[in-house]
């Protein structure tokens, strides 16, 4: 079973930077990891993800300012955010898809983390 776990929230000022983490265990790969945000009173939107094949993609709110990367020998994705903004404020979500064993196929698993609190201030 996969476990996503995220961590790298804080409190910073408007213009500040934060990096998150995520990894995903007892799986040793996942072919798609993606970061969603959840504001208060709002619905979770998508943030980024990342591929096995590297493909990166980004919300157009966030592009330029997110960079997302993973380390595979970890089974980890980062988002490194940058220029953060107020309305950047939320929780923010792994989620871990298509994920296998070394040498076996990947099956569907839709792991998502607890979260991670980013809140930025002005």
């Known amino acids: 079973q996969v476990q996503v776990v995220e961590s790298g929230g804080g409190s910073v000022q408007a213009g500040g930077s934060l990096r998150l983490s995520c990894v995903a265990s007892?799986?040793?790969?996942?072919?798609?990891m993606g970061w969603f945000r959840q504001a208060p009173g709002q619905e979770r939107e998508f943030v980024s993800s990342i591929n096995s094949g590297r493909n990166t993609r980004y919300a157009d709110s966030v592009k330029g300012r997110f960079t997302i990367s993973q380390d595979n020998a970890k089974n980890t994705v980062y988002l490194q955010m940058n220029s953060l903004r107020p309305e950047d404020t939320a929780m923010y979500y792994c989620n871990a898809d298509f994920c296998g064993m070394s040498g076996t196929s990947y099956q569907q698993a839709d792991a998502w983390g607890k979260g991670t609190l980013v809140t930025v201030s002005s």
């Open positions: 007892g799986v040793t790969y996942c072919n798609y």
